[in-house]
Structures are given as C-alpha cells and as structure tokens.
C-alpha cells in the first residue's frame, strides 16, 4: 500500500501542471478574493463510511462509534487544511459498541480551474448497527456485536475541473472567495480510493462473549469513479449565498478478497462495476470578515454484492456545520506559502487570477 499511497499524492500535482498562466485576466466581477487572508474554521459533523461485510451468512453494517465529528481547518491561498477532532465517548457508549481510534486528516488545493481533495482516514473498532438481524442466530442482546481489532486505512480523492470562470469553487470549499453574483458550471470529476480492511477475526458477541471466528476476510483494492457534476450558487444581497449541485458517475472497483482458515489461505482478484449519483445543498454567510453556514451531501451508490465480499455503505448522507473568521496571516504562515511557491512556480500562476 505505500507505493499506492505514493501514487495516491502525486496524482494532484501531475493535473495541476495543466493550469494555464491567468494573471492577465481581468478582475472578475462574479468573485471577490481573499488569497492573502487566513481564515479559520470550525466544523461539526457527522460524518464516517460504513461498510458490509459476511458474518455469521447476514450482511451486517459495521460502522465505527463516534458521534458528532469536530474539526478545525485552516484556509489560505490555494491550500485548505482540516484536522479532525476525536469526539469523547460515554462509558455506557464504550460497552454497548466498543471503543474506536480514529485519525483523519484532509487537505484541499484549490486553483482557478482544478481543484483536489485528498484525505487519509484510519480507524479501529467497529460495531454491528443491525445487530437485531442476528437474534436468531445470537440470544438476548445486551450490547451491539463489536469488531474491537477491525481496522480500515483509506486514501481517498477527488480532482475536478470547472468550465465557468465565474463560479468560484474557493467560495463554499475554502471560503478565499466570495461569490457575488449568482453562477453555475458543468464541473466534470473523478473520484478515487485505496482502501485496506483487516483484523476482522475476533469479535464480541451480544452477551460480551469474545469469540474467535474460524474464517475471515481481508480486503483491499482501487475503487475509481468518473463523475458529470453541474453545481450552481444563488447569490442574494452579495453575501447570503445557496448552493446545489447533481453529479452523477460510473466506474470500477478492483479489489483483492483474502480468504483465512486454520488450515488455508486463499487469494481472489474480482472486479465490480459502480454506478454513484451524488448530490447536496448549502447555505450560508460570506463576508469580509466571517462567514458560517451548514451544507448536506447525499451519495447513493449501486454496486453488487456476495457473500464473501465487503462494500461501502449503498447511501450516505452527511451534514456540516460551520463557522469562520479572517485575519491577516501571521508571517511564518505566509513566508512558508510564499517559499512552496518559489519552489513549485506553477502554484503562484493560480493565486493571482
């Protein structure tokens, strides 16, 4: 997986080479920049991936137990950061779904036309939120069935291009624009993942009982989708803005299914095609100083399944809040920007648009 991740981060920088100089455009009356400023956001969701998987001949949804996420990002010029918060968990929490470690960092470079999103997430300890599904085959139920060893590591990205000069992607992704009149784009995007499942042997059954399991599964594999994405920002009064966007996708998943036993192992390479349609909605405020809002984001995604395979949750909504404030960049910040540029010219191309 290392080399995978490797390839995962030089994705990005071999597109953005494809960015043209801009810095004789005129200023756009559609967007008001704000590269020079450093702002800071706060974020409340609830986002996580839950996955399928074969247990005990059900398909059960395991899903990690946290609540509400936090996160804190920093967004200046073309680069968005966010670090995740761990949310604390009840005792109660704890014993009826286990516990779980979880990291997760995301990082956005934002340009004229191309945009990025990439992000690492990994995270141990999973339960079972169906678990009603196996009282036949489990007694009384008095917690969740926990996968306290799971493990998922993933390497996720998007890489889109906007056709419209007019509609800023900066605006609702890293708030270093303020769209000011209404605009929309055809914005045409592939998505990406490299993902490892693992440690899936022992589990804890309803009664606390931990029971190891004479087979399992372990996963990994490239899941690839190309999206048609057309997305739209009402503007009203200049600073109250709402944004929607449709995009649907088709692709592969490629995806290795190591199969365990006492007495074998054995390896299957298959492949799936996916289907996705993904869609969402914000509204928010954006003004010279702060700005807040709250966005929704619904994925729906159609793909096969067997019994000795895994799958991503078929239908994911996720919600964000968030507020914001800018400020002058202390001197490290913008120094430590000004030399990145220096070293990789085609980044600074795209800031003076």
Known sequence: MKYISLIFFLIPTLIISQNVNTDSLPKNEFIEEYHKQLNIKLE???????????????????????GLRYAIGFNYRFLS????????LSDQSKNDKGDSDIFTMRVKLLFHDWSHRLEYNYIKG???KNTDDFTTKLADIMYH??????????????SAYKFNKNYSVKATESQTEIQIKSAGTLMPSIDYWFYKISDTQTY?????????????????GINTIVNAGYYYTFVYRKNWYANVY???????????VKTLTP??????NNNDFVFSFQSGAAIGYNSKRYYFGA??????????????QFQFSTSTNKFHIFIGYRFKPPKTVSKTIEIIEEKIPILKEDVNH
């Open 81 to 88: 950061l966010r670090l995740g918060i761990r949310p604390g």
């Open 204 to 220: 804890i059954d309803a009664q606390g009982n931990i029971i190891e399991r004479d087979k399992h599964h372990k996963y990994q």
């Open 145 to 158: 069935i926990q996968f306290p060893n799971m493990k998922t590591s993933t390497f996720s990205g998007t």
């Open 246 to 256: 449709a995009a649907p996708g088709i692709g592969i998943d490629f995806y290795q």
């Open 295 to 308: 966005d929704f984001h619904n994925r729906f995604t159609n793909q096969n399944y067997s019994k000795d």
């Open 263 to 268: 007495n074998e192992k054995l390896t299957n």
């Open 44 to 66: 409340v969701s609830n986002e996580k991936e839950n996955y399928k998987l074969s247990f005990l001949d059900n398909i059960p949804v395991l899903s990690p137990n946290i």
């Open 126 to 128: 999973y339960y079972i």
